[in-house]
Structures are given as structure tokens and as C-alpha cells.
């Protein structure tokens, strides 16, 4: 079966940096998607990935590993903005995403 | 630009009524999906089309229909609507379909059946 592991909760404080993790078994790999969701709000794109390595967008960056299924989002500068929930979503063989449940970040002062 | 709405914003709904949820957008994409969201889970793909007079099932079609005249809209549709159904649902597009392309949501329809 198809499976996004994520870490259900987080919390981490303003001005630090926190990494969320994906691990992933698909049927086939098209790219991995992270989102960012707030509390009653759409889920909002922040980076994709298909090739190994590490894509940096400002404070946030996100790493994949194919050959260990794995991801991380890398989050840098803490804000109390930043307090959301991260979703992780891989693109199968029949480019349809498959999603994580969701990581709730939690940024405490 | 608007980019995608949906309606209602919220509804509560009687078992065995039968309601539209509405969905539009004006980015000229042609794919649209539907999906609903439920506490503890990944989102859940309803059925999607990747372009205009097409639609397909994903993950949970069961309960649901979808109909795709032109490629702005992709109503999705309760027959007959359940408890279990309660949830709250999210439609997306993307500028094509079967290929690597970002999804952009709309608000979402939250959804109580009783």
C-alpha cells in the first residue's frame, strides 16, 4: 500500500530552527510536495522536489532522499507566524499526490 | 484575481439530503480535484478531471458524483448524504493534469451531516 509517515506534533521556539520529517512508500515517485496549512485555511504550496538534495526558498528549505524515501522541511528564523500545520505529499506514478497527515508545529515564545 | 472559491463556506445537512458543493476558479487550469480533509488524516482524493467533459475516481468516490461541463467549474455532488460524510472538503486545480504541477486550493466546505 501507499503510506506518508510524518510526525503527528511539534513544538519548537521563536527564533530557532526546527526540522519536520517524511518518510514515503509509493507506488512510483513523480516529485514530493511540502504545504503549509493555518487553522482553518486552505493548504498553501512552499517547495517541491524530485531530484535528490536540498532546495533552499528564503527561510525554509526542503531535502529528499529517493533511495531512503525520505524528506525533511527545514525551517529556519522561527515566527509565530510559522504556527501551522506542514503537509507532505508525493506525486505516484499516476502523478495523483498521496498525503501525510500533517505535521502541527507549535512555536512558543 | 479571485482564484478558486467554493460554497457554501458551511453547512449542516440532514442524512439523506442531497447538496452541491460548488467550485470555481479563474485560472484557465485544466485540472480540478476534489478532496476532503478529516482530523488525523492526509487529505483524501474524492475524484479529480484533468481537463473539461472528464472526470475520474480517486482514493473514496463512493457517495459522490462530479461532472465537468467547462473548465472553470467541477461541482461536486451528495446523492444521498451520510454522517460519515461529515468532513471538510477542499477543491484544487492545477494547470494540467498527469503532470508534475502545484495544486492551488480553494477555502474549503465544511460539512456536517446529521
Known amino acids: 500500500g501507499q503510506n506518508i509517515d510524518q510526525p503527528t506534533e511539534m513544538t519548537a521556539t521563536e527564533g530557532a530552527i526546527v526540522q519536520i520529517n517524511c518518510t514515503y512508500q509509493?507506488?512510483?515517485?513523480?516529485?514530493l510536495f511540502w504545504y503549509q496549512q493555518h487553522a482553518g485555511e486552505a493548504p498553501t504550496f512552499l517547495s517541491y522536489n524530485v531530484l535528490d538534495g536540498l532546495e533552499e526558498k528564503g527561510r525554509f528549505s526542503s531535502f529528499l532522499s529517493r533511495s531512503k524515501g525520505y524528506s525533511y522541511l527545514l525551517l529556519k528564523e522561527l515566527q509565530m507566524k510559522d504556527s501551522a500545520s506542514y503537509l507532505c505529499?508525493?506525486?505516484?506514478?499516476?502523478?495523483?499526490?498521496?498525503w501525510g497527515a500533517g505535521t502541527k508545529l507549535i512555536i512558543k515564545p | 484575481t479571485a482564484g478558486i472559491t467554493q460554497a457554501p463556506t458551511s453547512q449542516i445537512l440532514a442524512a439523506g439530503r442531497s447538496m452541491t458543493l460548488r467550485c470555481t476558479q479563474d485560472m484557465r487550469h485544466n485540472a480540478m480535484y476534489w478532496y476532503r480533509q478529516d482530523l488525523g488524516l492526509g487529505l483524501r482524493l474524492i475524484h479529480y478531471s484533468n481537463t473539461a467533459g472528464t472526470t475520474g475516481k480517486g482514493e473514496v468516490p463512493d457517495g459522490y458524483s462530479v461532472s465537468r461541463a467547462n473548465t472553470d467549474d467541477f461541482p461536486l455532488t451528495l446523492a444521498s448524504a451520510v454522517p460519515s460524510q461529515t468532513s471538510v472538503y477542499f477543491c484544487a486545480s492545477s494547470a494540467s493534469g498527469g503532470h508534475t504541477d502545484t495544486q492551488y486550493f480553494g477555502p474549503g466546505t465544511r460539512l456536517t451531516v446529521l
Open positions: 509509493t507506488s512510483g515517485f513523480n516529485g
Open positions: 505529499a508525493v506525486q505516484d506514478s499516476n502523478y495523483q499526490l498521496i
